[in-house]
């Protein structure tokens, strides 16, 4: 089992910029992949971006070139750093860390982020 907590929610304006962190309970180098999804209001959830045990990444297309998923495993933390925010990426953004020997995905309780125009 592996719980999540995340931290660095907020809001900011525009254009700016906000560092999202995830700390896990245990160490994440046994966890295949670690990522953030988000959900706006009214929306589905979204999967915005993972990074496997080896660091390799993978980003949706609306955040690539603007957000930056990546892990400390001596801390267990994963970080999203996301920039040049817009509106539309107002949302809850969920913390994920997947391990294939349980086939589990493991949820943290979110943290909210608020871009205003």
């Known amino acids: 089992q592996v719980q999540l907590v995340e931290s660095g929610g907020g809001s900011v304006q525009a254009g700016g910029s906000l560092r999202l962190s995830c700390v896990a309970s245990?160490?994440?180098?046994?966890?295949?992949?670690m990522g953030w999804y988000r959900q706006a209001p009214g929306k589905q959830r979204e999967a915005v971006t993972t990074?496997?045990?080896?660091?390799?990444?993978s980003y949706a297309g609306s955040v690539k070139g603007r957000f930056t998923i990546s892990r400390d495993n001596a801390k267990n933390t994963v970080y999203l750093q996301m920039g040049s925010l817009k509106p539309e990426d107002t949302a809850v953004y969920y913390c994920?860390?997947?391990?294939?020997?349980?086939?589990?995905?493991?949820w943290g309780q979110g943290t909210q982020v608020t871009v205003s125009s």
């Open positions: 245990r160490s994440i180098l046994s966890v295949d992949a």
């Open positions: 994920t860390a997947f391990t294939s020997g349980s086939g589990r995905m493991y």
């Open positions: 990074i496997s045990s080896s660091g390799i990444t």
